[in-house]
């Protein structure tokens, strides 16, 4: 079955300094891979996706995450982060094909940036 | 305005009650969910619906229905209500990929109904 684990409930950093957020999955198939974000009091949007291809993915706002089929993981990373990418943080993982189209989400990090 | 409008965005009420969440949508996308999220267990699927007609459970529909009235609106009802049904629930629409016939998976969510019931 799929699961996706995020181990770090919350992740404090200072400001300007680099930052990963770590994602593990469990699939025995190839899976689509995404991460979303979500600031205060508002709902989750598309950070960036892994469908296929460069295993290494630009999203919005600076981010990037890298597809490790062999370690299953694809972490999200930013070089220099700021007070405003102060939110939590969604992995999410996904079968290509098959009639459920269920998107199934990590428990979330909270990403914390400190001035 | 946004293209994914919930109501209401906020409501307390008592063990019993029943309550209607909305959502409507103006991204013409045929397909919705209704997630719920609580503190440390991330998001669920509630329901989902692939058109008018089409309606599935997800992962935790017990003590929940929904109703698709028209492709944008999709509503989500507790008919009574406990308090452990308090929790931020989600409405998101979504549409597969026409040219490469997959779901992609890109869901454009609301911004919640946060309910407490007491």
């Known amino acids: 079955a799929q699961s996706v684990t995020q181990l770090d409930s919350q992740v404090p950093v200072f400001e300007e300094a680099p930052v990963e957020l770590r994602c593990n999955y469990s699939s025995s198939v190839s899976v689509y891979l995404f991460w979303y974000v979500q600031y205060p009091n508002q709902g989750l949007q598309l950070l960036l996706k892994y469908l296929s291809g460069s295993t290494l993915v630009k999203g919005i706002n600076g981010f990037e995450a890298e597809f490790n089929k062999s370690q299953t993981s694809f972490h999200l990373r930013k070089p220099s982060v700021h007070i405003s990418d102060t939110a939590e943080y969604f992995c999410a993982v996904r079968f290509p094909w098959g009639a459920t189209n269920k998107l199934i989400f990590g428990t979330g990090t909270l990403l914390a940036v400190q001035p | 305005d946004a293209d994914v409008t919930q109501t209401p965005r906020n409501r307390i009420t008592k063990t019993g009650k029943r309550i209607m969440l909305e959502c409507s949508q103006t991204?013409?996308?045929?397909?919705m969910y209704w997630y719920r999220q609580d503190p440390g267990l991330g998001l669920r699927l509630i329901y989902y619906s692939f058109d008018v007609k089409d309606i599935n459970k997800g992962e935790i529909s017990d003590g929940y229905s929904v109703s698709r009235q028209a492709q944008a609106k999709f509503s989500l009802s507790l008919e009574s209500a406990i308090p452990n049904q308090t929790a931020l629930y989600f409405c998101?629409?979504?549409?597969?990929?026409?040219?490469?016939?997959?779901?992609?998976?890109?869901?454009?969510f609301g911004e919640g109904s946060r309910l407490t019931v007491l």
């Open positions: 998101a629409t979504s549409q597969p990929d026409r040219v490469i016939a997959a779901n992609t998976g890109e869901l454009f």
């Open positions: 991204k013409g996308h045929d397909r």
